[in-house]
């Protein structure tokens, strides 16, 4: 069984609609049909700032999300602690559209995942460069 529901807040900064933020806030209750292993509850919180001014784009964003588990547990021991995650995001993306339908982007995101549990903990630094072809623009 699976509810979820989210809270959502898009905003026009300018006539233009140049500039534009979006916020999402969102819960999740994830329940399954067994023993309960897997249930888990799920907060999220996100925000996006985007700058759009023919030929570019500019998107900065970031996201927290903590996910709590009711079964899991971490550790030994008479009473080990229930599992939980917590996830961090920040990505920045700039975009400029060429000619016939090709866009030059470069990207950037950070992510950091911490948990009770040191062995699925990580820190991530991903880099994109790149050109695409879309009929469409």
């Given at each position: 069984d699976e509810r979820e529901g989210e809270l959502r807040l898009d905003l026009k900064w300018d006539e233009a609609a140049r500039w534009r933020t979006t916020t999402r806030a969102g819960l999740l209750h994830y329940r399954d049909n067994g023993s309960g292993y897997f249930n888990y509850r799920e907060k999220k919180i996100d925000h996006e700032l985007e700058w759009n001014e023919e030929?570019?784009?500019v998107?900065?964003?970031g996201a927290v999300r903590?996910?709590?588990?009711?079964v899991q547990t971490v550790g030994i021991g008479i009473d080990p602690p229930a599992r939980l995650k917590d996830e961090?995001?920040?990505?920045?993306r700039v975009e400029r559209k060429m000619a016939w339908g090709w866009?030059?982007?470069a990207a950037?995101?950070?992510?950091?995942?911490?948990?009770?549990?040191?062995?699925v903990s990580?820190?991530?630094n991903e880099g994109l460069l790149g050109v695409r072809w879309s009929?469409?623009?």
């Open positions: 030929p570019w784009l998107r900065f964003g903590r996910v709590d588990f009711d961090y995001s920040v990505e920045l866009t030059a982007l950037y995101k950070w992510e950091r995942s911490r948990s009770n549990d040191r062995i990580y820190v991530v009929w469409e623009r």
